[in-house]
């Protein structure tokens, strides 16, 4: 699950530097694109049955809600806001989850978890309230980002049910990636006509080309990851490790695309650092 918040987190500014030259269904389709088709040629070489028989239906549904609703919020809304504003918001999971679990799954909710994700909670309003002073940060764009996070969680409650069977994860996380590449295609060319993407511009290896590629791998490995995760790590304690995307999402912005880092922010991830470290203590 590590791995998977290190895309998640890593993510938003590679999606702020290449909507400077795609418009939002067009970084949609190569994103998707690019990790259906790499997904599709792991289960091959994994010899994975493929049947719609064997998977099920579940998997077109989780592909609807995650990834494509989730990461299309997630391209209108860093549209408007900063990128570590997102991030921020993803460590707002440990509120919902841990109840959410309860709600569909029965898993108990401990007290540490309780303690923790109110830290996080703590070091996450530091690092959305100091980014909306010096990282332009939108609270229409943060809401949508935040609409996203609620589709998540409904998608980890459906993606637990699933993974908890004897359905191959390489399967679902094939028709998750082909939803998603069918979906955002339908849009772009009978929804969207009037795109401005052009074939031979985007061969150039521009800045936001070069990001849109990593971007699809970042999608290919994280999605991987989390639905690996989904089988063997309790909802509660998966969704705790979500603040981590804060401290790594502030590095990645600031490599990406010189993020101004204020000591307001280091302070509020060493809060967030420490609210997701407490679950994990006396654990047997």
Do not use: C
């Not at 791995?3 to 998640?8: H, N, S, Y």
């Not at 790499?38 to 289960?43: I, K, N, Q, V, Y």
């Not at 719609?52 to 809600?65: N, Q």
């Not at 540490?112 to 609270?139: H, R």
């Amino acid at each position: 699950m590590f791995l998977a918040v290190i895309g998640f987190g890593s993510g938003p500014p590679f999606v702020k530097l290449a909507l400077e030259e795609f418009q939002i269904v067009d970084l949609l389709a190569v994103r998707f694109a690019i990790a259906f088709l790499l997904m599709l040629t792991f289960a091959l070489i994994m010899r994975v049955d493929l049947s719609i028989k064997k998977i099920g239906l579940a998997p077109f549904l989780m592909g609807l809600l995650n990834p494509f609703l989730v990461t299309l919020a997630f391209h209108v809304g860093l549209m408007l806001t900063s990128p570590i504003n997102g991030v921020a918001i993803i460590s707002t999971m440990p509120i919902m989850q841990p109840f959410v679990a309860k709600i569909f799954l029965n898993e108990k909710i401990e007290i540490k978890v309780l303690i923790g994700a109110f830290i996080t909670i703590i070091g996450t309003y530091i690092l959305l309230s100091s980014q909306t002073i010096i990282g332009q940060g939108n609270y229409i764009g943060d809401f949508i980002i935040f609409a996203g996070m609620t589709l998540a969680s409904i998608n980890e409650v459906i993606g637990r049910k699933k993974m908890q069977t004897n359905v191959n994860q390489l399967g679902v996380n094939t028709y998750q990636y082909f939803t998603g590449f069918i979906l955002s295609f339908l849009i772009l060319f009978i929804i969207w006509p009037n795109s401005t993407f052009g074939y031979s511009f985007h061969l150039e290896f521009t800045p936001s080309v070069i990001a849109a590629i990593t971007l699809s791998f970042i999608t290919f490995g994280s999605y991987l990851f989390y639905n690996y995760a989904l089988r063997r790590v309790p909802i509660g304690r998966i969704s705790l490790m979500y603040p981590l995307t804060g401290p790594i999402g502030a590095l990645s912005a600031w490599v990406v695309i010189d993020a101004e880092i204020t000591l307001k922010i280091f302070i509020s991830l060493g809060i967030i650092l420490v609210g997701t470290v407490i679950p994990y203590i006396n654990k047997k």
